[in-house]
């Protein structure tokens, strides 16, 4: 396994890790023991090796990439992203006041916003949790006033460079799906 990691991502200043240890304890073996690379703002596969055993300062063109030659994108910034958590797929809610909450995340950007929308209607601002930086995620929440019957949830977030999310659906490879996450739900009276 070799993957790739830009070294001005590595070199600007952000949090980017040698970890050995998580949650207070020593690394887990499925997350990389006894030392894996973290670097946020970067997918797993250009900047996260496992079980690290050397590090070679290169260029993109000079090496060989396992996923690369697998028909991924040489570098893959992690895109602006959100994603519904609660209620799930076809959950049955009842009708009044529904937490429609989730995650959002622009990693090393940052989010400004979340908006959710109900049955392709207007978006509607959520409420952000605290930011802890910008390379975590961010937690979100809209109090829905859900009326009886099927419908469908939507959400999108837009990350402090001004940039929404693009609600054109791409699959992963190469570089990342896009797309609004949506979640269908039944409300009973
Ligand atoms: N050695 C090694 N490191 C690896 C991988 C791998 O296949 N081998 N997969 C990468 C990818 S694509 C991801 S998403 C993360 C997943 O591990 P995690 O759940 O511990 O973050 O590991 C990364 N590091
Ligand atoms: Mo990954």
Redesign the pocket.
Known sequence: ?T?GTPVEAVMDGREALLAVGMNGEPLPF???FPV?MIVPGL???VS?????RELRLTTFAAYDA??VRRSWAQQAPVKTQSRIDTPRPFAEVTAGGVAVAGVAWALHRGIARVEVRVDAGPWRDARLGTADGDDTWRQWVWIWEAAPGGHTLEVRATDRTGAAQTGDRTGTVPDGATGWHAVTVRVRG
């Open positions: 396994m993957l499925r997350h990389g894996r997918y797993g596969y996260a090796c496992k079980w690290l396992y996923w």
